[in-house]
């Protein structure tokens, strides 16, 4: 019998200001009908998240692809990941600076590479030698950032407080999702945080820790301050919370609750599994999410049960 598909997405954990808000829940929402659409058509939760995460990077208000933070040099440098929780395949690519849609080189090295991850310009010649179009790093770079650095920088933060706050914008995108014949898989795409060093990889990128599918676990991707959820292995660590039996919500939860206890970090997380079942959770003031399954259809910028 055919499953019944789920796909749920995030564009960012944060403390979103009240009129940035619509703006978000707009791109959730178009992220939703672009890989509903590739689920509504039968087709598999890869491809779905793949559409999910493409719509958000190519929609300025999130901090992935075009749009995203710049860093200490005023560059974009993008990191992201997706994987196939039937096969374990994955595809990433970190500091890459002159690729419109990240996830599109993740999925090609998925799809066609014997490796896992590529970094730089070893990432942008693999998508040009596969025939993605390279981009100019000026073209990911828009006004609102420029100056959004400009006055960070001017602020002169002491060393180390410009990591994470929730205070500023974090728009890191992701998408997990459920297809007809039963399968899961998840992907997370980001510009990392704003004034980073340059070479800097966050967790968005990196197997178990910003993004992790199994048919098995889960399907689940992060987003916050990436050297907590790197440390914890924080995708992974949900995933086999998922495994031992515990549903979606509560392990999405727990995940937030490990990630404050352990490390005071700051987050959010989508999880699916592939009986359907779902949790959201964020322990930053807002995060912006949408869901659909065959019933029902929500978003919003706050999960309220928190
Ligand atoms: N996790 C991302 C990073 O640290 C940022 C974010 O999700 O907002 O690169």
Redesign the pocket.
Known sequence: MPNNPVLAVHG???ALPDDMVEAHIRGVRNAISAGWGVLGRGGTALDAVEAAVVIMEDDDTF?AGRGSFLNRDGKVQL?ALIMDGATLRAGGVGCVERLRNPVRTARKILTESPHVYFVGEGAERFAAEHGMELCRNEDLVVPREIEHLRRHQADAAPPGSELFSAELN???VGAVALDRHGNIAAATS?G??LNKAPGRL???SLIGC?CYADNQTAAVST????EP?MKLVLAKWTADRVAAGNLPEWAAKEAMNYLEQRLKGQ?GIIVLNAQGQFGIAHNTPRMAWALKTMTKEDSGAKVENR
């Open positions: 960012g954990a944060w901090d990191d974090h728009d890191t980001t990392g945080t966050g967790d968005s910003g987003t916050g301050w990436g959820i987050g």
